[in-house]
């Protein structure tokens, strides 16, 4: 093992397709045992990236290790160290659940043995029990995101590359996945997610790096980047212009904007929990009536808007 | 973590053996699991042995050798059209592990890439194999005979897989070149359709223009199919033998390295 303090340290690294630059130098170090979110729209270079650092891709110009295996003159050494799950892996649909993960804990390297073993463990670990001795085609897509992850984790390789781990699962299977990723991370194990979703990267990361057209633009705890887009936002509506203007009056210097045609203001939160109850307190003890509320987070459209000037919606081609 | 994880340690060349091992297994699940592939591996050389025994053996049998039964002389020549189709099966399952992102799984593995060619092909034989088996007991059961020794099988059997080797390794390449697994059905239909077709596995040689006979004497398929004949009817088998050997390994000393360097070279984008 190295004793290097990171598991994954990428400099300057360039990609090209002709005159397509798709990564133009970009700079990642991942501490072990931490998690780092990459963020950003379709195209901005994420999974070219991941297809990169997990060994798929070649690159033009700088330096790959993880854990301090090059990239590029010792992919064996890298591939026995990493797990790989997302978008650009895949399971065997024809093979059961088991099947899958056996074979891909012999193509680890791992004995018959441990392979059959460490199978079973993943396969209770993951709540597919019930499904192992089924074809992988006939499970779910929140049920194959979960067997895709298991066979990334068969070998418990130091390093994981999730792939937008979940795109396209409902608001159910997502939040399972999560559960599991924070397990993983409870393990010790270093994660490199990407992902186009801000709240996601927020849940999970310890650190996020923020990537556009190939080049980073951000990096930062999540704390640190929603500052610099903004906070959390209150938004209240009251029923009519007396309590609006009450309302707005009664707030004073916490409104931020208001709207008196809809006789809404928004007040910014740090602190969901005390800033709320501080802005009702406030109207309650004032007699105002509200009619409705909701908190609005700041969205990767947020973060793009501030960062960039533009919509995340700029999709270019990225590599497959 | 409960379980104690062990790693195999053991050579490169045999960890490249399992995973070709592992592979093997792989894609003969998937032919057992594919039922309707299943189906065709039984019932489709049954029924092409049936209909053309039966449709063209009363119109073609005038033309043989006197004394020669049309589904004595007509069994080399399914069994080696049966093939020949079969072992498109493998360009089918190359194009679709390239499809499904699969291969890119196996490349993040610490695994020897090529085992994939190797399960999916090695597999193939075992299904042709099957195919065949299947074919000679319906042909035994609807009245053919053969006076082979077993010696003569024995070269037979030789023939057969050599063939299926071949052409399962030729079909790896299309399968790595094909876009789509359509284009490689296509493919494979207007090659190996005309090349069958064009030889002597259905009706003798002798009622073809010039050209087409020509062509047909050269081609591989009628070299094979004569020498499976040959020793089947117990007939002078002349350079045939010799010759369907020559093709088979003539085929397989340029396709297995060709498919291997495309195969690596359409992975490693």
Known sequence: MPTKEYAIEVNQLVKSYGSNDVLQGIDLK?????????????????????????????????????????????????????????????????????????????????????????????????????????????????????????????????VIFLDEPTTGLDPRSRIAMWNIIKKLMAGGTTILLTTQYLDEADQLADRIVVID?????????????????????????????????????????????SDEKEHSVSIVIKNTNEDVKKALDVLSANNI???????????????????????????KKEAK | MAVELEFEKKPKVVLAFID???????????????????????????????????????????GLPAGVDYLDFLMAGIIVQTVAFGSTTTAIAVCNDLQKGIVDRFRSLPMANLAVLNGHVISDLFRNTISTIVMIVAGLLIGFRSGASFVDWLMIAGIILLFTLAFSWLSAIVGVLAKSVEGVQWLTFIVIFPLTFASSAFVPLDTMTPILKAFAENQ??????????????????GDHVLMAFVWSIGILVIAVPLASWLFRRKTAQ
Do not use: W
Not at chain 2, 40 to 60: E, K, R, S
């Open chain 1, 30 to 158: 991942v501490e072990r045992g931490t998690m780092l979110a990459l963020l950003g729209p379709n195209g901005a270079g994420k999974t070219t990236t991941v297809r990169i650092l997990s060994t798929l891709l070649k690159y033009d110009g700088g330096t790959v290790t993880i854990e301090g295996n090059d990239v590029a003159t010792d992919p064996d050494k890298v591939r026995s160290v990493i797990g790989l799950t997302g978008q650009s892996a895949a399971v065997d649909e024809l093979l059961t659940g088991r099947e899958n993960l056996v074979m891909m804990g012999r193509l680890y390297r791992l004995n018959k043995k441990s392979a059959l073993a460490r199978a079973n463990e993943l396969l209770e670990e993951f709540d597919l029990v019930k499904a192992a001795d089924r074809p992988a085609k006939t499970y779910s897509g929140g049920m194959r995101r979960r067997l895709d992850l298991a066979v990334s984790l068969i070998a418990t390789p130091p």
């Open chain 2, 20 to 62: 070709s091992l592992i592979m093997i297994k792989r894609s003969s699940l998937h032919i057992i699991r594919n039922t309707d592939q299943l189906l065709g591996t039984f019932f489709q050389p049954i029924m092409f042995l049936v209909l053309f025994a039966t449709v063209f053996g009363g119109a073609i049998a005038p």
């Open chain 1, 289 to 315: 009536m509200v009619s409705s509320m909701t908190v609005h987070k700041p969205t990767l459209d947020d973060v793009f808007l501030s960062l960039t000037g533009k919509q995340t919606a700029t999709p």
């Open chain 2, 220 to 237: 591989p398929i009628t070299h094979i199919v004569e020498a499976i004949r040959a020793l089947m009817l117990g007939t002078p088998a």
């Open chain 1, 213 to 257: 057209g190939g080049k980073v633009i951000a990096e930062g705890t999540a704390q640190q980047l929603k500052s610099k887009v903004g906070n959390d936002r209150l938004e209240l509506c009251f029923v009519d212009d007396k309590a609006f203007a009450a309302a707005k009056k009664a707030l004073g210097k916490t409104v931020a904007t």
